[in-house]
Nanobody, 115 residues
């Protein structure tokens, strides 16, 4: 059974940085597209960044130039580096793995940007 576990969230001041980690267990998911999404209160869940098995990545316009995504195939982990955070980035961040036949989701980690 596949499990995705996020970590690294927390409270940070505007302009600060955080690195979120998503560790997969139960399956290597080496061929899965891995992604990060976020959902703020009262808003729909939105895509933040995505990375393919070959390492091709994309980030959403709202975070381009501030966020980046990377993956460690050997560790089965995907990272989301978030820099220059603003209050608008406050949300619950979820990682997922699209394995084609199924999409797996983590439980989410809270990121709060506030002074």
């Amino acid at each position: 059974q596949v499990q995705l576990v996020e970590s690294g969230g927390g409270l940070v001041q505007p302009g600060g940085s955080l690195t979120l980690s998503c560790a997969a267990s139960g399956n290597k998911l080496s061929q899965a597209i891995r992604g990060w999404y976020r959902q703020a209160p009262g808003k729909q869940r939105e895509l933040v960044a995505r990375i393919t098995p070959s390492g091709a990545s994309m980030v959403a316009d709202a975070v381009r130039g501030r966020f980046s995504i990377s993956r460690d195939i050997s560790e089965n982990t995907v990272l989301l580096q978030m820099n220059n955070l603003s209050p608008e980035d406050t949300a619950t961040y979820f990682c997922n793995a699209d394995a084609g036949h199924y999409v797996y989701w983590g439980q989410g980690t809270q990121v709060t940007v506030s002074s």
